[in-house]
């Protein structure tokens, strides 16, 4: 089976500092794979080189089988064109700590926008799945709100729905509840467990280490720009090998 995500020695650098330094690593179709570790890790900027938002200076990093940012033609790389990349960016879905959606737009229109500017489809079409996906994340009776008129955690769910709208095989999530007052975290945690449920494949940087013990399949520690240890959730958390595993986890846990 080919693997949603296959990271081999990928490495990533802005300037002189160097960010990733090897990451290996594989994420399978279905599967839910959460990264943690400190702050400056590299695990946003991991997630950037997935969505071909940064190209990585080193290593191969595969979507779905597919090189990113390069097409290979015998042993020769080539870049790919901006046009190619974007095109190739719309089957990723990305969910930020900040939900930045369109302040002058409602619910149901910031769901829409995206298949309609995007993939040219029919507003109608693009209406009746936004108030299918704001329905699923708990929100059919918001759908006319603003996001002035949302919590951060109803925003968080329409940001999330908005993601879905372009039907992504693969989503990301960098701290999706980091941002959010504690009360407004489990309702957002919920629909990423459906999700999971669902069967999306899933890479969630998280520091809800409750979510990634049971929603979780695979659970990776990084720090300072490689995988420190690997393995199922519940073993990394209950007895990690490392001591830089262990001296991270008595601080988050
Ligand atoms: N666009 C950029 N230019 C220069 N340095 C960056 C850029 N993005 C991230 N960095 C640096 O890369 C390191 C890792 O950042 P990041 O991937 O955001 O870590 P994490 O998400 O694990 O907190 C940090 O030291 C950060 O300052
Ligand atoms: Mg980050």
Not at 9 to 20: D, E, N
Not at 35 to 43: N, R
Not at 209 to 238: C, I, K, N, Q
Not at 245 to 252: E, G, H, I, M, R
Request: overall charge neutral; some cysteine.
């Amino acid at each position: 089976m080919t693997a949603m995500v296959k990271a081999e020695g990928v490495h990533k650098s802005y300037g002189a500092a160097h960010i990733l330094k090897g990451i290996d690593l594989e994420v399978a179709p279905g599967e839910v794979f959460c990264l943690i570790g400190p702050s400056g890790s590299g695990k946003s900027t991991f997630l950037r080189c997935i969505n071909h938002l940064e190209k990585v200076n080193a290593g191969r990093l595969y979507v779905d089988g597919e090189l990113v940012g390069y097409r290979q033609k015998g042993d020769k790389l080539y870049e790919l064109k901006d046009s190619e990349v974007a095109l190739k960016r719309r089957d990723i879905g990305m969910v930020f700590q900040r939900f930045n959606l369109f302040p002058h737009m409602t619910a149901t229109e910031n769901v829409m926008e995206a298949p309609v500017q995007v993939k040219g489809e029919s507003k109608a079409v693009a209406r009746e799945r936004a108030l299918k996906l704001l329905d699923r994340v708990g929100l059919g009776d918001k759908s006319g709100n603003y996001p002035s008129q949302l919590s951060g955690g109803q925003q968080q769910r329409v940001a999330i729905a908005r993601a879905l709208a372009m039907e992504p095989k693969l989503m990301l999530f960098d701290e999706p509840t980091s941002a959010l007052d504690p009360e407004l975290v489990g309702d957002v945690l919920d629909v990423m467990r459906d999700l999971a449920e669902s069967g999306m494949t899933m890479v969630v940087v998280t520091h809800e280490m409750g979510f990634a013990r049971e929603v979780g399949d695979s659970l990776v520690f990084m720090d300072g720009g490689v995988v420190v240890e690997s393995g199922h959730p519940r073993d990394v958390l209950t007895n990690p090998r490392h001591d830089r595993t262990k001296a991270f986890l008595s601080k988050v846990l």
